[in-house]
């Protein structure tokens, strides 16, 4: 039987890149699947490809109120809510003397407080569900091995990454008595369109190929990450495989922190 059959989830950031392949994925293990992303065209046509496993809606995970509206698509359309996979996300690279004060908000309201947003907006569902569930809902978070490690000029994505982390490890905690399970994957550098973020502006395609090739000699198994790895992480982590891992921050990364 497929690992996530009968099982209802929604993916924030689903549209694109490590959210898209885990839609996908999902799909092809029996899930259905609400695509949530702000980018209506290519997450309606991912949705559609899917036929009836996927239904997609415009969620800005940061607005309460769409937070909401995405468990009620998953609980009245596909029944329950099983799966959250708090995906979406936004980077940032540059020198903290040149950070404003809009960027700083913007990079932490994206990738931490709508991590709590969704997550509140879910949780009912989730308990709801895990009640029927021998391996318990799940909840998974994208952070990054920013969330467990740090580099230079990604400070406001660092610190909002292990604030991320942080909110797992906690909410965990808070929701074990209540059969639902709480975990992390943190990617290392990965191929989409996220990634010619974690650059400079202005850099040249040189520039950028010399970048890869320093980031690639730094992981051991020497490949950046596909989007297909993280998202079968993240469907182990969903999966009743994973029945009794609650509170990890697992890094998906090639070897980088075994080290």
Known sequence: MARLQGRVAIITGGASGIGAAAVRRFVKEGAKVVVAD?????GTALATACGNDAAFIHCDHTQAAQCE?????ATTHFGKLDIL?????TAYFGALGR?????????????????????????????????????GASVIYTSSLQGISARPNLTPYTAAKHGVVGLMRSLALEVAADNVRVNAICPVATETPMLSQFMPAGVTPEQVDAVRKRVIEQIPLKRIGAPEDMANAALFLASDEAAM???????????????
């Open 38 to 42: 702000i980018a209506d065209a290519q």
């Open 69 to 73: 509206a995405a468990v009620q698509l």
């Open 85 to 89: 996979f708090v995906n979406a996300g």
């Open 99 to 135: 950070l404003t004060d809009a960027e700083m908000e913007r990079v932490i309201e994206i990738n931490l407080y709508g991590a709590f947003r969704i997550s509140r907006a879910a949780l009912p569902a989730l308990k709801a569900a895990a009640a029927t569930l021998t391996g």
């Open 245 to 259: 891992i609650t509170g990890v921050a697992l890094p998906v990364d090639g070897g980088m922190t075994t080290g």
